[in-house]
């Protein structure tokens, strides 16, 4: 039996966020990207709604079908590719928050999100891609910015490229039990969930400090691009804006600045909170000299080296870490605090 559009409209209406329009006509992919992202962001929710006949077209032509009647090369799709890196993105910015402190997350766990992310993509429709070529891809691009959250970046345009590239149709299987599907989607919901959710609920502090430096690492990093900086600022202000509207509200305009520096305050506090702690771990005030902070990591590496106190080798593995950490965290450059605007 075919899809129908009135009842693929009704899906789309009432179950947008979690992609029940797409569970309907056999778009496990795409429900899945749909549950993970809210609907795109609630974008995609305006989007499909001139989308939805030629999925429904879709589905009911790929019935019965052995192999997509295109062949070769799906054409190149500069809206893909877009959606690619952004998801990708997306998956990383998750994967930083919920998992950079797992042992050599930029090296596996970090690429193995972001290429996820792109390969879940490139799956959407009667697509699909290699997913060797594409995991290697961001793999191999991962040491490049290791340990800084802007990895995402290249990470994310290293395997949508690829992606591209090995782009090719989807070959027709048989039709699976609903039950299959819905099994299926939710382990991949809750793999992708379950860590951000641990995170946020067992670890909220240190939760929102991986938030904190995340932002403030691309908002600092952006600031060498005004045009990117533009963009990233209209996106973060994009639910306000939308907001505003709603309210009837036609000068949203003339708030748009402090509204901006709220949010830039609120992610720099939380540095600055990072800051004084890392002063403290090195026994010094706020203000040292760098020769002054080199210093006391040198004299307290010594002091707590692991090897030098194999007595308590706990104790001393948790403060050789914690004077790592604060080492790094003042030695990082850092903008005087009105340089952004």
Not at 121 to 129: F, I
Not at 207 to 218: H, K, Q
Request: hydrophobic share 45%; glycine share 10%.
């Amino acid at each position: 039996m075919g899809k129908g559009l009135l009842v693929t409209y009704a899906l789309w209406a009432v179950g947008v966020p979690v992609g029940l329009h797409h569970l309907y006509l056999g778009r496990d992919s795409h429900a899945l990207l749909w549950m993970l992202t809210l609907g795109g962001g609630g974008l995609g929710w305006l989007w499909e709604f001139w989308k939805l006949p030629s999925f429904v077209a879709e589905a009911n032509r790929r019935r019965g079908q052995k192999q997509n009647p295109g062949g070769g090369i799906p054409p190149l799709s500069p809206i893909r590719f877009a959606a690619q890196m952004i998801v990708g993105i997306y998956f990383g910015l998750v994967a930083l928050i919920s998992l950079s402190s797992m042992a050599n997350f930029y090296i596996v766990g970090l690429p193995l999100a972001v290429g996820l992310g792109v390969l879940l993509v490139a799956a959407v429709g009667n697509q699909t891609s290699n997913t060797k070529n594409t995991l290697v891809a961001a793999f191999l691009t991962s040491p490049i910015f290791y340990g800084r959250p802007i990895a995402i970046l290249p990470i994310s345009l290293a395997a949508s490229i690829t992606a591209q590239k090995h782009r090719c149709y989807k070959a027709s299987v048989g039709s699976e039990k609903l039950c299959v599907r819905l099994y299926r989607l939710g382990l991949a919901y809750l793999a992708f969930t379950g860590p951000l959710a641990y995170s946020a609920f067992c670890n909220t502090a240190t939760t929102l400090s991986y938030v904190a430096e995340t932002f403030g690492s691309f908002l600092d990093w952006f600031n060498f691009f005004p045009l990117l900086g533009h963009l990233m600022e209209s996106v973060l202000l994009l639910p306000y804006w939308v907001w505003r509207l709603l309210v009837g509200d036609p000068g949203f305009s003339s708030g748009y600045f402090q509204e901006w520096e709220k949010l830039y305050e609120f992610v720099h506090s939380f540095q600055d909170e990072k800051q004084q702690l890392a002063y403290q771990v090195l026994g010094l005030s706020e203000g040292a000299t760098n020769e002054e902070i080199h210093q006391s990591y040198l004299e307290l590496v010594k002091i707590w080296h692991p090897d030098h106190n194999r007595h308590q080798t706990e104790e001393a593995q948790r403060h050789f870490l914690e004077i790592q950490a604060a080492y790094e965290a003042l030695s990082r450059p850092r903008k005087p605090r009105g340089s952004w605007r």
